[in-house]
């Protein structure tokens, strides 16, 4: 299982209902990422805006291409756009950070 790690910005103006939207992840998007491989998934907010997510997987970016498949990734991606400060869905512009230590 290997872990990932990214950071993505968003919009400092719609903090809070980017919150609020993720205390109500649709059902049928929950069920898209356990059946894609998400598992462990955490999003956490830091400063400026800056939103870390982690995730285990066993292959992240199989996990990725594999959520274009389901219609509802499409529909939350869109809603989700305008709570981020890129033009890029955040599927798309989701980095991997390097491991550097961990402590098991």
């Known amino acids: 299982m290997r872990r990932v790690c990214f950071i993505l910005k968003l919009r400092e103006d719609h903090l809070a209902e980017y919150i609020e939207r993720h205390a109500n992840v649709w059902p049928e998007m929950l069920d898209a990422l356990r059946a894609t491989g998400w598992t462990n998934y955490t999003l956490f907010l ?8 982690y995730v285990e997987v066993e292959d992240f970016d199989a996990a990725r291409e594999g959520m274009k498949a389901f219609p509802v990734n499409d529909r939350w991606q869109a809603e989700m756009l305008p709570f981020f400060d890129s033009s890029d869905k ?3 512009a989701m980095q991997p950070l390097r491991e550097v230590f961990h402590l098991d």
Not at 46 to 53: R, S, T, Y
């Open 46 to 53: 830091g400063p400026n805006a800056q939103l870390i997510g």
């Open 90 to 92: 955040a599927d798309d």
